[in-house]
């Protein structure tokens, strides 16, 4: 059992937005920041957005991220093949005293 | 290019021993904190331990505390995973991840594999 909530699965058709959430509580994503992971089964996990809405170089403007309270969620708009993948999110955790993950949601693009 | 490269997995017996080393390049290893997150087949990521970019503050997730001891070395940009008292359910690829601040891991291994079996 994850301390962050993600549904196990997504999906979407081509140029669909879809949006995957993460639910937590107060020591963690309540006061901390969300960070977002994609990763493609059999390759190391990559990193797609940090503090909450921030995307590294190199992520297509068509991933978001957002935070309210102690829910945080990743929207992809526009869909592509490429999306298909398990998506993570993570953040530290005050009363845990370390950094926790979501169960992982595998996105599908049908 | 930033660069980090996991090596010492393998298969050992419960109870057994074995030590990870990850071998950092393309960035100043002594600026960053460092981590080591694992996956067990089939399952989804686990954080396993941090160090911080001096080495004097570590933190360890409850399933393997007393158990792993996480180390560096940034004379020889290394980072290390002492695994002692394994178990079967510690059976995982583990990553190594840069912590570029606040826990966000920018850049990450390709992993090695660890497999405990009787």
């Known amino acids: 059992q994850s301390v962050l909530t993600q549904p196990p699965s997504a999906s979407g058709t081509p140029g669909q937005r879809v949006t995957i959430s993460c639910s937590g509580s107060?020591?963690?994503?309540?006061?901390?920041?969300v960070y977002w992971y994609k990763q493609v089964p059999g390759t190391a996990p990559k990193l797609l957005m940090y503090?909450?809405?921030q995307r590294p170089s190199g992520v297509p403007d068509r991933f978001s991220g957002s935070k309210s309270g102690t829910s945080a969620s990743l929207a992809i708009s526009g869909l592509r093949s490429e999306d298909e993948a398990d998506y993570y999110c993570?953040?530290?955790?005050?009363?845990?005293?370390?950094?926790?993950f979501g169960g992982g949601t595998k996105l599908t693009v049908l | 290019e930033v660069q980090l490269v996991e090596s010492g997995g393998g298969l050992v017996k419960p109870g057994g021993s074995l030590r990870l080393s990850c071998a950092a390049s393309?960035?100043?290893?002594?600026?960053?904190?460092m981590n080591w997150v694992r996956q067990a087949p089939g399952k989804g990521l686990e954080w396993v331990s941090s160090?911080?970019?001096?080495?004097?503050?570590?933190f360890y997730a409850d399933s393997v505390r007393g158990r792993f001891t996480i180390s560096r070395d940034n004379a020889k940009n290394s980072l290390y995973l002492q695994m002692n008292s394994l178990r079967v359910e510690d059976t995982a690829v583990y990553y190594c991840?840069?912590?570029?601040?606040?826990?966000?891991?920018?850049?990450w291994g390709q992993g090695t594999l660890v497999t405990v079996s009787p």
């Open positions: 991840a840069r912590d570029e601040d606040n826990w966000n891991f920018d850049y």
């Open positions: 393309g960035f100043t290893f002594s600026s960053h904190g």
């Open positions: 160090v911080s970019y001096s080495g004097r503050t570590i």
């Open positions: 107060s020591s963690n994503i309540g006061s901390n920041y």
């Open positions: 503090r909450n809405n």
């Open positions: 993570a953040a530290w955790d005050d009363s845990l005293n370390g950094v926790v």
